[in-house]
């Protein structure tokens, strides 16, 4: 199973993905977003590729119908998806981390920073695949790609481009 996964893509009047975020989506099983959708017309969009699961972003002001967090359980990983902004501590992955506190949870993918980032805390990985339309100081735009195995094991990894 691959799992595409964006966030902080500010989708408003006049901006497009670029195509090779669209080329990576053609190849899919499933998309996760992060949140800063900005417009629903994206989500309807990469809902005709794949199946979405996505949470709310400080930006998605026009979304409330998404959640804050969500628990998805993909093969056998439980992953949980937030944006960041929301929670408690002195940066986004730690806040993106605390709000998960008590649940059972493989990974955390999460997003607000424009950051890439990948590390292992306290067992659970903290991914942020940074943001395919607004690096915000970062050298490259990027996405992430989730490689689930019918056996469990899986790799992770950032598209930069």
């Known amino acids: 199973m691959k ?3 964006l966030s902080d893509t500010h989708i408003r009047y006049g901006r497009k993905l670029p195509s090779f975020v669209w080329n990576v989506l053609s190849e899919v099983d499933t998309i996760i977003h992060a949140g800063d959708v900005v417009t629903k017309s994206l989500i309807e969009e990469l809902d005709l590729i794949a199946p ?6 400080n930006c998605d002001w026009l979304m409330e ?6 628990i998805a359980k993909l093969g056998s990983l ?3 998806v937030t944006h960041g902004y929301l929670g408690s501590g ?3 992955p730690e806040r993106a981390y605390n709000f998960f506190s008590g649940e059972d949870v493989d990974m955390i993918i999460f997003g607000h920073s424009h950051i890439p ?3 292992v805390y ?4 903290l991914f942020n695949p940074g943001s395919p339309t607004e690096r915000r100081g970062q050298p490259q735009f990027s996405m992430g790609l989730l490689n689930l195995s ?3 094991n899986f790799d992770i990894q950032h598209l930069f481009f």
């Open 52 to 57: 979405v699961i996505a949470v709310r972003g």
């Open 78 to 80: 439980r992953i949980g």
């Open 122 to 125: 306290e067992g659970v990985l």
């Open 150 to 152: 019918e056996k469990g």
């Open 90 to 92: 002195k940066n986004t």
């Open 65 to 70: 119908e998404l959640p804050e967090k969500i």
């Open 3 to 5: 799992i595409a996964i």
């Open 117 to 119: 980032y990948k590390n």
